[in-house]
């Protein structure tokens, strides 16, 4: 009856950890393909492009930026991002760091940079750049087995 115990017991702790271990690999592999959205999502912003991050976004999605209610992906980069780009002549982010919190079939995200926005020369020759402090807040969602952007949120501030 003893071994019949211990047999029952090691059975269930064996079959514990390999379900602990199976999940912590999923989550491992589920938060490097929500980083690789976010970092897909900015490498496009810093080489002044959209091409290619209409899929990294739901088509339902809602994006927030300063305060303001920008509507879905699509309408944000017809009416307001996408505009701007094309008057960037560079757009880089330093000190990025990204948090990433996977709860499937939704993932959340924090990320804090320093971005640097060279506007393209005016008539006169004259250049501006914008210098500010960031941050961005998102909620992806596992559709189909792909993660994408359903909500994001971003804010700045002038560096100090």
């Not at 019949?4 to 079959?15: D, E």
């Not at 899929?55 to 505009?83: C, N, Q, R, W």
């Not at 760091?97 to 939704?106: F, H, L, N, S, T």
């Not at 990320?111 to 960031?134: A, F, H």
Request: aromatic residues 10%; proline residues 2%.
């Amino acid at each position: 009856m003893k071994v019949l115990k211990l047999i029952t017991l090691m059975t269930v702790l064996i079959t514990t950890v390999n379900f602990t271990n199976a999940q912590n690999s999923e989550d491992t592999i589920d938060k490097q393909d929500v980083i690789e959205v976010m970092k897909s999502y900015k490498d496009a912003l810093q080489n002044l492009t959209t091409e290619g991050t209409f899929e990294l976004f739901a088509k339902d999605s809602e994006v927030y930026e300063s305060g303001g209610v920008e509507g879905s992906y699509t309408h944000y980069i017809e009416h307001h991002l996408g505009p701007e780009l094309g008057h960037f002549k560079s757009f880089v982010f330093s000190d990025y760091e990204i948090d990433v919190q996977v709860d499937a079939p939704y993932a959340f995200t924090t990320e804090t940079y320093i971005y640097t926005i060279v506007l393209i020369p005016d008539d006169k020759g004259n250049s501006r750049t914008i210098k500010k402090k960031g941050v961005a807040t998102s909620i992806l969602k596992k559709v189909e087995g792909k993660w994408k952007i359903i909500k994001t949120h971003s804010s700045s501030r002038n560096k100090k």
